[in-house]
């Protein structure tokens, strides 16, 4: 597969490369998103948590999945946890946001799981990803943990 030039696009319609080469908006990949996917996270926040997740893949700080997220927040593991919104069946990871509310844990749900794991550095995609904190990227943890915060949670 040849690498593709991305054009220059307004900032109101940012396009992220899907695997077959066809592109799609941040407002096209919200349509998929899950009923449960509430906070859902901004454009610009989620480019950041896709930022933040690079570098804690470069020094080998996140836990990835479901299982080894789940194992690692009962332990007690501290960090932002970040979830696909378009992940089916919802029954897969739909007692995730209860478990950080009751360990105090910033969680946001973004469109793309696909997106989520080729920020991770790997070819899959990828559901859920705790992102731990690490002084190589605090500025960008600490900046994503102030805005995750500040979401309204659901109901």
Request: some cysteine.
């Amino acid at each position: 597969m040849t690498k593709t030039k991305k054009e220059k696009v307004s900032a109101d319609v940012e396009e992220t490369v899907v695997a077959d080469g066809t592109e799609k908006s941040y407002h096209e990949l919200i349509a998929h998103v899950n009923p449960i996917a509430q906070p859902l996270a901004s454009k610009k926040l989620s480019k950041k948590l896709y930022k933040c997740v690079k570098k804690a893949s470069k020094v080998k700080n996140i836990r990835r999945g479901v299982k080894e997220v789940q194992k690692f927040i009962n332990k007690g593991e501290k960090g932002i946890v970040v979830m696909a919104g378009d992940t089916l069946p919802i029954d897969v990871y739909c007692h995730l946001p209860v478990m950080c509310e009751d360990r105090n844990l910033p969680y946001a749900y973004i469109p793309s799981k696909g997106d989520l794991g080729s920020s991770a550095g790997s070819k899959r995609p990828t559901c859920v990803i705790l992102i731990k904190p690490h002084e190589d990227y605090q500025d960008a943890y600490d900046e994503c943990v102030a805005e995750v915060t500040g979401l309204p949670k659901p109901l």
